[in-house]
């Protein structure tokens, strides 16, 4: 099972260092991290993308997180509402003939030409994973030379019940 962790941390030299070993020792495969300042520059926040075998290791881990000196918030946001985005850059074989083909299907996924060469594209896409996995699935058919790609990062969504409620006590 895969599960979406967020960590608030310290900004500090090899605070991420501690972080993965933690997940090493425990044998998690993560799937993907991002890392990056917060509003606050003395606070980072990673998000973890990990596979687990079951609900009760997550736990387990989400605890020792809670231990590290340097960790300020641990929560998985797996079944929370959430706004996830993942960035991936692909490179690809493309004729001059191919480019307005290729132009349409990028248009559809809302992906960007950022880098056009003699007999290759740079597509840039951003979305959720399942969108970048299936506009990489549909333009592999053009011949991928390279894709990189950042891996997920996650905020929770704004609660929208208090919205609703106080949409509620205007009416009254």
Known sequence: MKRTI????????GV???ITGLFARRQYNIDSITVGVTDNPTVSRMTFVVVADAMENIEQVMKQLH???DVLKVKDVTDEATVSRELALVK???TAEQRAEIGSLAETFRAQMIDVGRDSLTLQVTGHT?????????????GIHEIARTGVTAINRSVKSQTEASRLTLIH
């Open 6 to 13: 967020t960590v608030l941390v310290q900004n500090r030299s």
């Open 16 to 18: 991420l260092n501690r």
């Open 67 to 69: 231990k590290q000196v």
């Open 92 to 94: 690809i074989s493309a």
């Open 130 to 142: 399942d969108k970048v996995e299936a506009f990489i699935e549909l333009i592999k058919t053009y």
